[in-house]
């Protein structure tokens, strides 16, 4: 048995995003989400309203997403340090981001179903009630949006690091004063004028831009779910520091994301001057991004393993 400690060889694997400021934010919004949801329901039932019935179900839709975000920080920054896995739950909060956005695919879909039902099969819509809804939900969600706003991104110590998991839950706040907005000007439009056929084209017009933001969301967590979207001249920067060194050359190299803004890498030199592995890491020092690196090296007395020329 070795009696003398590890510990220097040992690599750290939380790659946890810590946004307690903005987790926080997340539950007040959560709660008056909620207590609205359950005013417009209540209210619905009692009053006969569907204008208020179909608010207070959307609402719900959002309050699922924002228990989504509150799930996922929680179960990172429980199982941070958990061996079980490889690298740490850095990338939970980029798993809640993506379950969002296709959560919000979903309501955008559900609102293009419901608005060409009403194209084709008109509703009557009690105009004053409907209009105090929107009026209502849109400042909710901008007390929300205040609340979220700035703090989707987590303060380290040397940058900003982007927090998908609240981007997420920030843009669900986004789509629902979208959806108000666009609701207002259309119920206004059918008192006004009569124009009672723009209720539902603006549904169809606020589902389209909520299919885009989440689309966006989806393009942007995925590649990092599926360890892609590694910057091409950030790869090839770390390859030009190896092999001008000496007479290095990699023969195998992978490098993938094990948070938004960690990456791990494993890296294979072959070299005629075989140096202990902490010197190859030394000269990886100053990437940053760099935060689990893994080295192999083999020694070649073969020419070809030497640079040309």
Known sequence: MHQHTIERWQQDHDFVIVNKRGEKRTRYVLLLTAVTMLAEIIAGLAFGSMALLADGWHMATHVAAFLITLFAYHYATKHANNPAFAFGTGKVSVLGGFTSAV?????????????????????DIQLNAAIAVAFLGLGVNIISAVL???????????????????????????????????????????????????????????????????????????????????????????QQRIEQDADNRIADFHIWHISPHHYAAIITIVTAEPEPTAYYKQLLADFERLSHITIEVHRCEDEHCQHAG
């Open 148 to 238: 979220l706003k700035d703090h989707h991104h987590s303060h380290g110590e040397h940058e900003q690091h982007h927090d998908h998991n609240l981007k997420a839950a920030y843009v669900h706040v986004l789509a629902d004063a979208l959806t108000s907005v666009l609701a207002i000007v259309a119920l206004i439009a059918a008192k006004l004028a009569g124009l009672t056929w723009l209720d539902p084209v603006m549904g169809v017009v606020g589902a389209l831009i909520i299919t885009a933001w989440a689309v966006g969301l989806i393009r942007e967590t995925s590649p990092i779910l599926l360890d892609g979207s590694i910057d091409a001249d950030y790869q090839q920067a770390i």
């Open 103 to 123: 959560a919000l695919g979903v309501v955008a879909v559900l609102m293009v179903f419901e608005s060409a039902e009403r194209l084709v099969n008109p509703h």
